[in-house]
């Protein structure tokens, strides 16, 4: 099926395919009313998106417990083709999370400040491929 | 400078510069009070960031008058270095565009619909680079 752009919709199946390909995704949330968005390397299992996140900064604040959009994608620029995942969930701080022996994988810079584990249950999920 | 994760803070002139880099970003926004994000192809020139937006889709509807974040990246998985630039601004639906002659490169997609320019002036901008 075609959006209105001509572009394929992807369901849900196949977005939690290419979701467990990816590495890096972006987490899309609001700080003082305003719209912020950061990288995050992740992990996709148990129906949920799962990242390690620094307490004290305005990512974990928001993704504490809010609603979170989150974004992954892979394009090739010279063959014009790719695809994007997008999710919508409320956001918690996991505490029953296996990130921990995770963290050195998923982190990037300092493992020695105080890094929580952040859980997205992916309920609304949404993507599309792009192709020639 | 490091930020409190040891990342490397890029100076502004640094963020321009990856931007200038980037073929594919991505437009945070909100959308009937959630979060969304959608990638777009842009342009980064006089100091705006500059894409297409079909009218009639929430992004259009989002970005012709409002505070939108942008999100441009490019990470190695396997050297594990990277960089990403964040950029807040109220976008406007721009008229003096000279985005039409360039609509065949920066269109995914269907090019016979309604399509608009948008532009968000680059005000508020950040960035990391990621090393090992």
């Known amino acids: 099926m075609l959006d209105q752009s001509g ?10 395919a290419l979701l467990a390909t990816a590495a890096v995704g972006r987490i ?9 968005v950061e990288p ?4 996709c299992r148990r129906g949920a998106l799962w990242f390690p996140a620094r307490a004290q900064t305005d990512l974990f604040g928001a993704a504490r417990d809010g609603v979170v959009a989150f974004e992954a994608d892979e394009f090739d620029a010279v063959l014009e083709t790719g695809w994007w995942v997008s999710v919508l969930g409320r956001a918690d701080a996991a ?6 022996s995770r963290l ?5 810079g300092d493992l020695h400040g105080d890094l929580r584990c952040v859980r997205i ?9 792009v192709t020639r």
């Open 95 to 100: 505490t029953d999370c296996d990130l921990p």
């Open 7 to 16: 572009l394929e919709i992807l369901d849900r199946d196949e977005c939690l």
């Open 28 to 36: 899309v949330f609001t700080t003082r009313g305003l719209p912020a």
């Open 104 to 108: 050195p994988d998923l982190s990037w």
């Open 40 to 43: 995050v390397k992740f992990l």
């Open 121 to 129: 249950p992916i309920e609304v999920v949404s993507g599309r491929r």
